[in-house]
């Protein structure tokens, strides 16, 4: 955090099944075999086998991009900006001189999406959903978030706050509570660092921003610095190096690509 860029690893994550809103947006703008991505903007790709949600900001404006032949990108309109001065379209040689030629194709607010089912690489769940966070930032990454209850604090207190309050919220409770595989064992925080935290410091909102602040400073440095792989194709190994491993790996599948915020 700070100045300069910050470089993520984006991720590919597959829509396998539209909410009817969605349905309704794409419906005869989007071909019926075309790939389509939400691409949530990452610091921690070796947490991503612990993903239980992606995330969205229900009030923010995503675009779907077309970003090649039959394959399309979720995000927001300032992210697919960066993303086309990035080569990460496959036109990139018609550089867009406005955001008004980026390749959209129908745009939404995150409710929109509320449900869309989903394939996450290396996730351990076949079917992930998308629910919202009012915490999101328009202004930071892609506006997608892939949840990691395991290791995010914010992504814990939110998931636990959608499950209390899923009417209200308009989800099925079940999308909220799905299990939470342990992923990186910690000396001080076990093997479920952010629900440790979150319970250790009575944290009791995903609005708590003080202290769930703190809270991702000790997961982040105490995962980072002491955590060890319990799970994956690096199981065992520190995360200190197995983090630019599974960045690797994931690109290399063709599943995640560098962007730099
Ligand atoms: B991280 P930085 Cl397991 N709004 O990924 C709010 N949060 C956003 C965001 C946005 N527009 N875009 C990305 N993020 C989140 C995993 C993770 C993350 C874990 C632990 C800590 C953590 C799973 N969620 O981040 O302000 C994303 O969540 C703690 C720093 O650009 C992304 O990495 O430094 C991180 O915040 C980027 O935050």
């Known amino acids: ?34 790939n389509v ?16 949600a992606i995330f969205l900001g229900p009030k923010i404006t995503y675009g779907i991009f077309k970003v090649g032949e039959k394959e399309y990108y979720i995000v ?12 990460i379209f496959f036109d990139s040689d018609h550089f867009p001189k406005t955001q008004d030629q980026l390749p959209l194709v129908a745009e939404g607010p995150g409710s929109t999406f509320i449900g869309t089912g989903l394939s996450a690489p290396l996730s351990v769940h076949e079917t992930i959903r998308i629910l ?50 342990p992923i990186i064992e910690t000396p001080t925080y076990g093997n479920l660092t952010a629900p440790a935290l979150v319970k ?23 995962g980072f610095y002491k955590g060890t792989m319990l799970v994956g194709e690096f199981k065992g190994e ?12 994931l690109v290399k599948d063709g599943a995640a690509f560098a962007f730099a915020d």
Do not use: C, H
């Not at 992210?79 to 086309?84: F, L, R, S």
């Open 76 to 87: 927001t309109k300032r992210a697919a900006w960066n993303m086309a001065f990035q080569g």
């Open 37 to 52: 991505y939400f691409v949530p903007a990452t610091l921690r790709p070796e947490t991503m086998y612990g993903q239980t």
């Open 132 to 181: 919202p966070m009012e915490t999101v930032s328009a202004t930071k990454g892609t506006g997608v978030v892939t949840s990691v209850p395991s290791d995010s604090p914010d992504d814990y207190a939110t998931i636990a706050d959608l499950a209390k309050k899923a009417d209200y919220y308009g989800i099925k409770k079940e999308w909220a509570e799905l299990e939470i595989p």
């Open 238 to 249: 520190a995360v200190q190096t197995a983090k630019d491993k599974v960045r690797q790996s």
């Open 1 to 34: 955090e700070g100045i300069g860029p910050q470089e993520y690893t984006a991720l590919k994550v597959k829509v396998t099944e539209w909410s009817p809103a969605a349905a309704e947006l794409v419906k005869g703008k989007i071909e019926d075999d075309a």
């Open 200 to 222: 250790q410091m009575k944290i009791n909102s995903p609005k708590d921003a003080t202290q769930l602040a703190l809270a991702k400073d000790l997961a982040y440095s105490e």
